[in-house]
Nanobody, 119 residues
Framework: QVQLVESGGGLVQPGGSLRLSCKAS????????MRWYRQAPGKERELVAH????????DYADSVKGRFTISRDSAKNTVYLQMNRLKPEDTAVYCC????????????WGQGTQVTVSS
């Protein structure tokens, strides 16, 4: 059974930090590029960060560059999103997404974790 399970969300003050985790199971993690998306109420889903299957390349939305870092641990089948200097506009549900590095039609989604940045 394929699963992507996010954790690490919560309430944090502006300027604070959180680390999100996404634990993968049921598929060959090393064959998949991993992404973090977010969606705030009333807004479209936004691609936040991307990391290739081999960790050779990462990419970020302009809105989070310099503040967020995506990484992955193949031994733990887990992808992380380290979020620093959080802003109220970072408030959203964050979801991880797995896309096969060769076959984009093979993709999986997690359920999401809520991040709220507020004083």
């Amino acid at each position: 059974q394929v699963q992507l399970v996010e954790s690490g969300g919560g309430l944090v003050q502006p300027g604070g930090s959180l680390r999100l985790s996404c634990k993968a199971s049921g598929f060959t993690f090393s064959n998949y590029n991993m992404r973090w998306y977010r969606q705030a109420p009333g807004k479209e889903r936004e691609l936040v960060a991307h990391i290739t299957a081999t960790s050779s390349s990462t990419d970020y939305a302009d809105s989070v560059k310099g503040r967020f870092t995506i990484s992955r641990d193949s031994a733990k089948n887990t992808v992380y999103l380290q979020m620093n200097r959080l802003k109220p506009e970072d408030t959203a549900v964050y979801c991880c997404n797995a896309v096969h590095r060769l076959h984009s039609g093979s993709a999986y989604w997690g359920q999401g974790t809520q991040v709220t940045v507020s004083s």
